[in-house]
């Protein structure tokens, strides 16, 4: 999903933790966490083309094509548990219901968006049990349209 669905979903998330709560502090953390998370995509992207910004590239969020790895480190539901399990007690109920709520709803609109993408590419473990490795972690079909994308990029070096 793009930036733009995240910051809708998320301000929706963020409403629904304000009207629960009437925490504001929390809805703001809850709307910004909820698509914030998307900062993750800087780490593929400076691993598949460097430092050297390029809209064209980074919009384009395929790093994988270039890096042949997917790293997303905050995509994950096992940081989503930990997060739920350690942001305890009655004063930070109303950041941790709304925080874990939107990381949530992010993982799972991505996981419907992004069709190529097995459920198990959401879990770090599995990312780092296949080494980062974008062949190993995604389905087969998002793995040949890989190829043929480097294939037409780089002619020469297929």
């Known amino acids: ?10 301000a929706g998330v963020a ?25 993750d995509h800087l780490v ?5 083309h460097g430092w050297r910004p390029h809209w064209g590239k980074f919009a384009e969020a395929a790093h994988e094509d270039y890096s042949g790895k997917l790293y997303l480190p905050l995509h994950s539901y096992e940081l ?12 930070r109920q109303p950041y941790r219901v709304g925080i ?11 996981q419907r968006c992004n069709p190529g993408r097995k ?11 296949k080494r980062f490795d974008a062949h190993e972690i995604l389905k087969p079909a998002c793995r040949e349209a890989i190829v043929s994308r480097r294939a037409r990029r780089n002619p020469n070096q297929m």
Not at 100 to 110: G, V
Request: glycine share 6%.
């Open 119 to 129: 459920p198990s590419t959401y879990f770090l473990t599995h990312r780092i049990r």
């Open 15 to 39: 409403g629904a933790s304000y009207m629960r709560y009437k925490s504001k502090p929390a809805a703001v953390a809850t709307f910004l966490v909820g698509w914030l998370i998307d900062l």
């Open 80 to 91: 989503l548990a930990l997060f739920f399990f350690l942001f305890k007690g009655p004063t």
């Open 1 to 10: 999903m793009r930036t733009v669905g995240h910051i809708i979903t998320s």
């Open 100 to 110: 874990t709520l939107s990381i949530l709803t992010h993982l799972l609109l991505d």
């Open 44 to 48: 593929d992207y400076v691993k598949a």
